[in-house]
């Protein structure tokens, strides 16, 4: 059985070595000049690859990922490295290498590649697949491939200077398959504020919320940092995909609020009435964040506690506690980790990633229009993706 794979990102590499066996011929193609190049720039160059706390919920289509990650659950993951070689070290609930480098990840998987005879071909780009009979035809910028089975695993359109820039869908779409728009997600957001410059590289734990007209769309929990542009951090990543006109984003400026904060903030409003309203804030905010505050509220720094009014203090707390910045945009697809869409779920069979339309061709990965949560959860469903397909295509070529 001859098995092309399309991409040779974290899930193509893993699913060509998952499948191959004595009984088929397995080439991946890459239309870079490099394999792997995107695996390289995950987790600010670390690679965290799963999460302790997974689950469906992570993710945006759960039903369909159900079965995946039930199947190649995080704990899986760790001791399929472990086998392959590489141990791993946690950050939180954050897994990564032990060497806490991608480049380790991506060696071990090529070291695999070429332990298992794969037929690597660089700087190759499909531009058309034709369905024939039985088998199919890739047509190349190098030349025509011939294959029993295709696997599509391209990665989407976020991080284009990886190479994943969505040319590549309009190759499925002239086959009839249907995708759907494409979003930059897990990206930073574009605010708009006089105090981005002065606020930059500040950072705060805590809830960002996503308003529009005052009511709720999402809400993360995490490490917030402001930018000469806007707002970063996991919590931000995570909300982006939601941004549409309109939007605000809320950030405390106090570190992990809780239910003791606003009475901690009373009680020191009286206990150091003859401190300064800067001598008052530098105890528990950031240094840059006075001037945000007392600009914003047209206060004096200099004024004793004392002498502001309770109207004044409650302003004060209020921007403490919940500061509202007018969301302008995000970063796009440059600077996005992931991308939300790609080809339509209705597209596909979950259980096998197989196209409904075509036989023995096969979507997995970022290729489909489902996106996770910033934290190892998108690499763990193309690893899973790459596992489960792998184990499938084994057994079908014991078959024949």
């Known amino acids: 059985m001859k098995i ?39 987790g600010n160059g670390r690679c965290n690859y799963t999460n302790l706390n997974l689950s469906e919920s992570n993710y945006s289509s759960p039903e369909f990922v ?23 070290t946690s950050d939180g609930n954050r897994i990564y290498p032990i060497t806490l480098k991608a480049n380790s990840v991506l060696n071990i998987l090529m070291y695999w590649l070429e332990k298992k005879g794969i037929d690597i071909r660089t700087n190759t780009e499909v531009k058309e697949i034709k369905k024939n009979k039985n088998s199919y035809t890739l047509f190349t910028n190098s030349g025509n491939y011939e294959a029993d089975v295709v696997i599509i695993a391209f990665g989407g359109k976020a991080m284009p200077a990886s190479g994943s820039d969505g040319v590549s869908f309009e190759i499925l779409k002239k086959m009839g398959i249907k995708v759907t728009d494409l979003k930059a997600a897990l990206t930073q957001l574009k605010l708009d504020s006089k105090y981005l410059k002065h606020l930059s590289g500040t950072k705060v734990i805590g809830k960002a919320r996503l308003l529009k007209n005052n009511k709720v769309i999402d809400e993360r929990e995490g490490e917030i940092l402001f930018t000469n542009y806007g707002i970063s951090g996991p919590p931000i990543l995570d909300l982006s995909v939601n941004i549409s006109n309109d939007n605000v984003i809320e950030v405390p400026l106090i570190n992990n609020l809780n239910d003791e904060s606003i009475e901690m903030l009373y009680r020191r409003y009286y206990m150091f009435a003859d401190f300064s309203l800067e001598e008052y804030l530098l105890g528990i905010v950031d240094k840059k964040f006075i001037h945000y505050i007392v600009d914003f509220l047209n206060l004096d720094k200099n004024t004793a506690m004392n002498m502001i009014s309770m109207s004044d203090f409650e302003k004060i707390i209020g921007l403490l506690l919940k500061s509202h910045f007018r969301v302008t945009g995000n970063t796009g697809f440059k600077n996005a980790q992931v991308t939300r869409g790609g080809v339509d779920l209705s597209e596909v069979n979950s259980s096998d990633y197989q196209s409904k339309k075509y036989k023995n061709l096969y979507i997995i990965g970022e290729a489909l229009n489902i996106d996770g949560d910033c934290g190892g959860y998108n690499l763990h469903f193309a690893f899973a993706c790459a596992y489960r397909l792998g184990k499938i295509l084994r057994e079908k070529s014991n078959l024949q």
Do not use: H, Q, V
């Open 66 to 88: 159900k079965e995946t990650i039930k199947d190649f659950n995080n704990e899986d993951l760790i001791n399929y490295f472990k086998l392959l070689g590489l141990e791993s």
């Open 4 to 42: 092309i794979i399309i991409g040779a990102g974290a899930s193509g590499i893993s699913t060509a070595i998952n499948a191959k066996n004595e009984n088929n011929e397995i080439i991946l193609l890459e239309k870079n000049d490099r394999i792997g190049k995107k695996l390289l720039a995950t």
